[in-house]
T-cell receptor
Framework: DAKTTQPPSMDCAEGRAANLPCNHS???????VYWYRQIHSQGPQYIIH???NNETNEMASLIITEDRKSSTLILPHATLRDTAVYYC???????????FGRGTSLIVHP | GAVVSQHPSWVICKSGTSVKIECRSL??????MFWYRQFPKQSLMLMAT?????????EQGVEKDKFLINHASLTLSTLTVTSAHPEDSSFYIC??????????????FGSGTRLTVV
């Protein structure tokens, strides 16, 4: 599976959009981009995933660049409860083993 | 949505004893489950892949005789930490894949087990 690179930490004001970048320049054509988050002392929670089109659900939006080498997770109106570590991972179609990097620690402040 | 129940959520045990952690998929069948370990301020590290009805596949550096994994049914996998020592203290997390979600490759994680060995 392709490696991902994320900034170690970010902060955001409550109510503002949080934009979390992820670089996956070695991504292959059959690899999906997944985003999870982990709130302190809990298991990771699935947020969203995509292949090449932009995706939106009730939690977030995922913007994938046309060359698929990077993506951005957008939390449109961050709340204090969104404070967590966000992981961007790339999973190939035939590989079912999610592996995690260090992620981005997002702190949402009042 | 898919739910994975992990039990217990925390456990304290004496050095030298064994501890069993259960991971159950509540509303789906999981042919494959994964076990992770997470030390403070570090990322999740994959320990092993558990396949229903067969032996688990362990990652390099993980002692299979110390971390016993049993996946006897499509909804239950267990991790037993044998002869636990303080260095085994960690946050253990399981994950299961809903095989109905083939196209979505959905992975659901348990809430984790905080193991403290004293």
């Amino acid at each position: 599976d392709a490696k991902t690179t994320q900034p170690p930490s970010m902060d955001c004001a409550e109510g503002r959009a949080a934009n979390l970048p992820c670089n996956h320049s070695t991504i292959s054509g059959n690899e999906y981009v997944y985003w999870y988050r982990q709130i302190h002392s809990q298991g990771p929670q699935y947020i969203i995933h995509g292949l090449k089109n932009n995706e939106t659900n009730e939690m977030a939006s995922l913007i994938i660049t046309e060359d698929r080498k990077s993506s951005t997770l957008i939390l449109p109106h961050a709340t204090l409860r969104d404070t967590a570590v966000y992981y961007c991972i790339v999973i190939a179609g035939g590989s079912y083993i999610p592996t995690f990097g260090r992620g981005t620690s997002l702190i949402v402040h009042p | 949505g898919a739910v994975v129940s992990q039990h217990p959520s925390w456990v304290i045990c004496k050095s030298g004893t064994s501890v069993k952690i259960e991971c159950r998929s509540l509303d789906f069948q999981a042919t494959t489950m994964f076990w992770y370990r997470q030390f403070p301020k570090q990322s999740l590290m994959l320990m092993a892949t558990s396949n229903e009805g067969s032996k688990a596949t362990y990652e390099q550096g993980v002692e299979k005789d110390k971390f016993l994994i049993n996946h006897a049914s499509l909804t239950l996998s267990t991790l037993t930490v044998t002869s636990a020592h303080p260095e085994d203290s960690s946050f253990y997390i399981c994950s299961a894949r809903d095989r109905r979600q083939v196209l979505n490759y959905g992975y659901t994680f348990g809430s984790g087990t905080r193991l403290t060995v004293v």
